[in-house]
T-cell receptor
Framework: DGGITQSPKYLFRKEGQNVTLSCEQN?????MYWYRQDPGQGLRLIYY???????QKGDIAEGYSVSREKKESFPLTVTSAQKNPTAFYLC??????????????FGPGTRLTVL | SQQGEEDPQALSIQEGENATMNCSYK?????LQWYRQNSGRGLVHLIL?????REKHSGRLRVTLDTSKKSSSLLITASRAADTASYFC????????????FGQGTELSVKP
């Protein structure tokens, strides 16, 4: 099966702890993205990567870190510096098609709760 | 403020009725896309309309784009209870390397 997977589905964290959310894709997509979604809100971009070993900050990168050591994997670490980390986190990937045609494929999400 | 703003924020209709959702944006775009999200799930891509297109159809979905007004609408015809979900527009902005900016979404409830 081709697709994009995220784990775990639910994650609980104590204040002051770092946690890492996993995102893996076997679609051979070049680009990967991390979004945060708060209740009743749209998606806000945290980080994105268009190529291995390179990534860019999105609109709300503070308190988060990422790595892109392999094309298939784009893990997100939520650090203790993120003051309000409780949210639904969505990973996506895209092929980086020619201009005007690129769409994103989303994973099922990880719901992070800080206790 | 958000690049994409949608209205209404919530819409409740009966099965068989049509549902129309609107999206407005602020800057020039390469394309505009609509996504669907079932509660607690990831987003699923529905349809993409390019900046040089005015209307597009896919099954029961009809999307229009008016670049002069910087607005788009998504029409779902003959709605079904299974269409109950949140619908988001997303804009692919010129010179932003494939990044999408999402609106706040419209929460659609279709009652059987």
């Amino acid at each position: 099966d081709g697709g994009i997977t995220q784990s775990p589905k639910y994650l609980f964290r104590k204040e002051g702890q770092n946690v890492t959310l996993s995102c893996e894709q076997n679609l051979n997509h070049d680009a990967m993205y991390w979004y945060r979604q708060d209740p009743g809100q749209g998606l806000r971009l945290i980080y994105y990567s268009q190529i291995v070993n390179d990534f860019q900050k999105g609109d709300i990168a503070e308190g988060y870190s990422v790595s892109r050591e392999k094309k298939e994997s784009f893990p997100l670490t939520v650090t203790s510096a993120q003051k309000n980390p409780t949210a639904f986190y969505l990973c996506a990937s895209s092929i980086l098609a020619p201009v005007n045609t690129d769409t994103q494929y989303f994973g099922p999400g990880t719901r992070l709760t800080v206790l | 403020s958000q690049q994409g703003e949608e209205d209404p924020q919530a819409l409740s209709i009966q099965e068989g009725e049509n549902a129309t959702m609107n999206c407005s944006y602020k800057t020039s775009i390469n394309n505009l896309q609509w996504y669907r999200q079932n509660s607690g799930r990831g987003l699923v891509h529905l349809i993409l309309i390019r900046s040089n297109e005015r209307e597009k159809h896919s099954g029961r979905l009809r999307v229009t784009l008016d670049t002069s007004k910087k607005s788009s609408s998504l029409l779902i015809t003959a709605s079904r209870a299974a269409d109950t979900a949140s619908y988001f527009c997303a804009t692919d902005i010129n010179n932003q390397g494939g990044k999408l900016i999402f609106g706040q979404g419209t929460e659609l409830s279709v009652k059987p």
